[in-house]
């Protein structure tokens, strides 16, 4: 039978406008039902990915659950912004304990409540990324290594923004922060290793891995909602753009999100039981430097003249990604103006992409719109 | 029902009978046979429902049991030492959130360096930590503190640290009368949390508290420990009345009535110190003693109460605040305050030294004679010869090497005569 092939993406993506999808598979965030789980007159800055991070995940988390979720927060942003006493934003039970315990007090709520009988209420943990990959990451990997019930989730803005923007284990090379200053030879933070928290969570084989950006809530969503489903511990790795940290525009925070997973640098995937189950493709390659030029926190790379060795190695982190993950779409798909439901600006002016790496394999068209965004890995 | 027990297998079952929900613990000696009895009851289904975690230090269980705690679940822990230590933070984050989470700590020095054995400088580190701090003479005490300890953690919602002497009585064997499950369930009832996380009725536990309430919010913690200087001697009573025997409440005295000395102290020790007492009472030596059950809250009019009529106090304490002195003496003093008793501090037993009834006649005997300087603070037993030697090298110059190398070197590493 013929398929007709829908092209309802958004500029540049293969992300679906929400009004061209099927009621059911429209975004929580368009619901009438949508449980604000954090809900307006908290304190974060305008453009905060963080807080659209955690309100994307929570309601979707509150869908799948049936309202019944419980939330062990991590001190940072999220948490100050939150619950300025005696006010909160939270319409959710939530606790707040500390810095770098998150994990093991999601997972003592978890116990309490198999104790007591009652596995229908779901643990949601959640930090920063200072509270995931630096100081709670023992608890963390605990966690994982004992599959208690929870799914802990990740903000990552790349630094440690509460306390005025340090450089975190997550903070990519070469990115200005208040101790990692473009001043001396080596200007912003250094080439590290790196520290791959959703890698090293499938090193523990736990059940359910992803990774996910605030520019795509549908996507977030539905990962949200897998692992909801799914017992055991599981992790999602939410990339959020932070204007105050980067030196950002407000308005940008969607764009940097997009963009991150378009070059390349932050794969957006999925993995069961430390086996990688998709990949979402990325649809027209973009260098990263259209990414980096957005935020002051790597204007150093560009003035007085474009440090050439640097951004070189910031691409070459992109591709090996790329490579790694499989990320380039099999299709590049018709394009489809217009339908930009969550693009803040209009799109700019095409760049022809760099040189795929990959080799494009043709044979493999999906005629489902969200298996497209959702392809194998290679 | 009385049995030949080890401290940590009575301690355990009694914790069992408790029924705790959650328990989170994270291994280190000498707490180590409580939790690993535990665990075999709740691998049994000898104590049930209870989920028994495993965390990867005591930092991840103190925090499990706040969680465990703030979900509505009866939740212990125990530890000792760098383990308790390594909570420091999350126990004031219990405390501050008034969670009721009990505590067993088998009271073990801290390092460097390094030393598994008994004394009290661990719960001392914390005794400003918001904890109620319980301390045992006695294995029997022991297993009757936890019962109480529950009790009152659940009564006032906050947390309790029941202490007990590290290998002194973790694991010494001896007759203790463990109850009845329908005594301890009459006398424990089931926990009814103050504050619970719940979707039925969605409440937020730990917000960020700015200058405008915090000293509000710390009063009132202090408020609740002030409050528990009048519940412990109740539960402690109630427990008479259910269990016939006497057990916890603030302070107990022995032989004081009349005493000119009186000799303070906490914990197991004070069973050689009676019988001390008791020698130089038949040589007719007006003196007694006064034990510490509970030293956070600080029962201070108790202890006044029970000191004001000697003439001479004798703290003798298994911690000192390295650079200050006595922390017991420093709070008998307080409570003495406007009183004319002279107060020494001594201490001793550090890092699982014997505390002997030679040495502490000695002690006591010097007490009463007007040999021991008052204000100064007193070291049972140091060796003072090593620490000379040692003193006397240093002034040589720099670059000698770690002090406790050096006085093993000097004395011989096996000449270690701590047990
Ligand atoms: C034990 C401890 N160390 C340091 C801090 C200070 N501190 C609070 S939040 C924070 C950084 C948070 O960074 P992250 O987890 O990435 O969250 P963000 O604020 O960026 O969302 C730091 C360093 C603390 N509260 N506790
Ligand atoms: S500093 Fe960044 S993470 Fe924090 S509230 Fe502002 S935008 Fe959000
Ligand atoms: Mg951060």
């Known amino acids: 039978m013929a398929e007709q092939k829908i092209k309802g993406y958004q500029t540049g993506t293969f992300v679906v406008g929400n009004r ?96 007591k009988g009652r596995e229908d209420i779901r643990v949601v943990g959640q930090a920063g990324d200072g509270g995931t990959v630096d100081i709670g990451f023992g608890c963390l990997s605990g966690m994982f290594e004992r599959n208690d019930d929870v799914l802990f989730v990740c903000y990552d803005n790349e630094g440690y923004m509460n306390t ?23 200007p912003g933070n250094v080439f590290g290793q790196g520290k791959n928290v959703p890698m090293i969570a499938m090193a523990h084989e736990i059940p359910y891995v992803a990774t996910a950006t605030v520019a795509e809530p549908r996507d977030l969503e539905q990962k949200v909602e897998r692992a909801i489903g799914m017992r055991g511990a599981r992790y999602i790795h939410v990339f959020v753009p932070c204007p105050l940290g980067w030196g950002a525009a407000s308005e940008d925070t969607i764009r940097l999100a997009r963009l991150v997973k378009e070059t390349g640098i932050f794969p957006v995937f999925e993995a069961e039981h430390g086996e990688l189950t998709a990949v979402s493709k990325i649809r027209r390659r973009v260098p990263v430097t259209e990414y980096l030029k957005l935020q002051r926190r790597f204007s150093h790379l560009f003035k007085p003249e474009p440090n050439t060795e640097v951004l070189e190695r910031l691409q070459a982190g992109a591709d090996r990604n790329i490579e790694r993950f499989g ?47 959702h392809g194998k890995p290679r | 029902m009385l049995e030949q027990l080890e401290g940590s297998q009575a301690v355990a079952r009694a914790v069992a009978m408790c029924r705790p929900e959650v ?48 979900a509505g679940a009866r939740a212990y822990t125990a530890t000792a030492s760098q383990g308790l230590l390594f909570m420091a933070e999350a126990l004031y984050n219990a405390s501050g959130l008034g969670l009721p989470i009990v505590m067993t700590l088998a009271n073990r020095a801290i390092g460097a360096p390094i030393n598994i054995w008994n004394d009290h400088s661990d719960s001392m580190s914390q005794r400003d930590s918001g904890w109620i701090q ?4 006695t294995n029997q005490e022991a297993v009757d503190l936890h019962l109480q300890a ?62 405008e309430a915090f000293t509000e919010v710390k009063y009132l913690m202090h408020a609740k420990q002030l409050q528990a200087l009048d519940a412990i001697p109740e539960i402690a009573a109630e427990f008479t009345e259910v269990f016939g025997r006497e057990s916890g409440g603030l302070v107990r005295s022995y032989r004081a009535d009349d005493a000119e000395t009186v000799v303070v102290a906490l914990g197991s020790v004070l069973g050689t110190i009676e019988d001390v007492i008791d020698e130089m009472r038949e040589q007719g030596v007006k003196i ?87 204000g100064g603070l007193h070291f049972l037993d140091l060796k003072t010869d090593v620490v000379e030697r040692e003193i006397g090298r240093n002034q040589n110059g720099r670059g000698l090497g770690p002090h406790a190398e050096n006085i093993l070197r000097d004395i011989g590493t096996v000449a270690s005569d701590s047990h």
Not at chain 1, 66 to 74: E, P, Q, T
Not at chain 1, 164 to 186: D, F, H, I, L, Y
Not at chain 1, 345 to 366: F, I
């Open chain 1, 20 to 115: 061209l999808l099927d009621p059911e598979q429209r975004s929580t965030q368009a619901r009438t039902e949508r449980s604000n789980t954090l809900t307006s007159g908290h304190r974060a800055c305008q453009g905060c990915g963080e807080a659209l991070g955690a309100r994307y995940t929570l309601d979707a988390a509150m869908r799948a659950s049936g309202g019944k979720l419980v939330a062990a927060n991590a001190t940072g942003c999220l948490e100050v912004f939150s619950t300025p006493y005696p006010e909160s934003s939270w319409q959710l039970p939530w606790v707040h304990s500390l810095f770098g315990n998150a994990p093991a007090v999601a997972a003592g709520v978890a116990a309490a409540l198999k104790a």
């Open chain 2, 23 to 70: 328990i989170s613990a994270y291994p280190i000696s000498p707490q180590t046979h409580i939790v690993e009895k535990l665990s075999d009851l709740v691998r049994t289904g000898e104590l049930e429902p209870c989920e028994y975690m495993m965390v990867e230090s005591e930092f991840a269980a103190m925090s499990a049991c706040i969680g465990a705690s703030a």
């Open chain 2, 134 to 137: 319980l301390f045992a003479e």
């Open chain 1, 164 to 186: 005025g923007v340090q450089r975190s284990g997550a903070t990519p090379p070469a990115a200005r922060t208040a101790n990692t200053k473009p001043v001396g030879p080596e």
């Open chain 2, 150 to 211: 529950f009790r009152l953690a659940e009564e006032l919602s906050l947390p309790v640290m029941a202490c007990m002497d590290g290998f002194i009585l973790t694991h010494a064997f001896e007759q203790v009368d463990l109850p009845e499950q329908e005594q301890v369930d009459g006398f424990l009832p089931a926990f009814e949390p103050r504050q619970m996380l719940d979707p039925a009725e969605p409440m937020t536990i730990g917000a960020m508290v700015g200058p």
């Open chain 1, 327 to 373: 990320l380039l779409a099999d299709d590049e798909g018709a394009d489809f103006p217009g339908e930009a439901t969550d693009l803040a600006r209009p799109p700019e002016k095409e760049q022809g992409p760099p040189p795929a790496l990959v080799e494009p394999d043709t044979d493999s068209n999906t005629s489902m719109l969200l298996k497209e965004t």
């Open chain 2, 288 to 374: 007694g003693a006064l034990a510490i059950k509970c030293f956070r809250p600080w029962p201070i009019d108790e202890v006044r109460e029970a000191l004001s009529g000697a003439d001479r106090v004798v703290v003798v304490e298994k911690a000192f605040a390295v650079g200050a002195g006595g922390i017991v003496g420093q709070n008998v003093r307080l409570a003495l305050s406007g009183c004319d008793s002279t107060v020494f501090d001594v201490v001793a037993g550090l890092g699982g030294r014997p505390i002997t009834r030679k040495s502490l006649r000695a002690l006591f005997d010097d007490v009463v004679g007007g040999e021991l300087e008052p």
